[in-house]
């Protein structure tokens, strides 16, 4: 059973950071995919990042040039910096994890709340 345990969010001003962690256990790291959504209030879940086994990533434009994801594979853990933070990244942010290597959305952690003031 894999299990993804986050932490990080918080309250931060508008041009501030913040970094997200999650920690994973119950399967190997290094074969998962990885990556994080979020979701604000009244809109879906949307995907931000993700990070192939094989080492690719994708940004959504939304967060592309200020957010990063990135693996330490000692510590099975993924991170998510976030940089110049925005009133419009305020949301719950999700970490997920896909056994194949490729694909998303077979293992959640339980989310993070991270709120943006101006």
């Known amino acids: 059973q894999v299990q993804l345990v986050e932490s990080g969010g918080g309250l931060v001003q508008a041009g501030g950071s913040l970094r997200l962690s999650c920690a994973v256990s119950?399967?190997?790291?290094?074969?998962?995919?990885m990556g994080w959504f979020r979701q604000a209030p009244g809109k879906e879940r949307e995907l931000i990042t993700k990070?192939?086994?094989?080492?690719?990533?994708y940004y959504a434009n939304s967060v592309k040039g200020r957010f990063t994801i990135s693996r330490d594979f000692g510590k099975n853990t993924v991170y998510l910096q976030m940089n110049n933070l925005k009133p419009e990244d305020t949301a719950v942010y999700y970490c997920?994890?896909?056994?194949?290597?490729?694909?998303?959305?077979?293992?959640w952690g339980q989310g993070t709340q991270v709120t943006v003031a101006s």
């Open positions: 990070s192939w086994s094989s080492g690719s990533t």
């Open positions: 997920t994890a896909g056994q194949d290597g490729r694909n998303l959305g077979d293992y």
């Open positions: 119950g399967r190997t790291f290094s074969n998962l995919a």
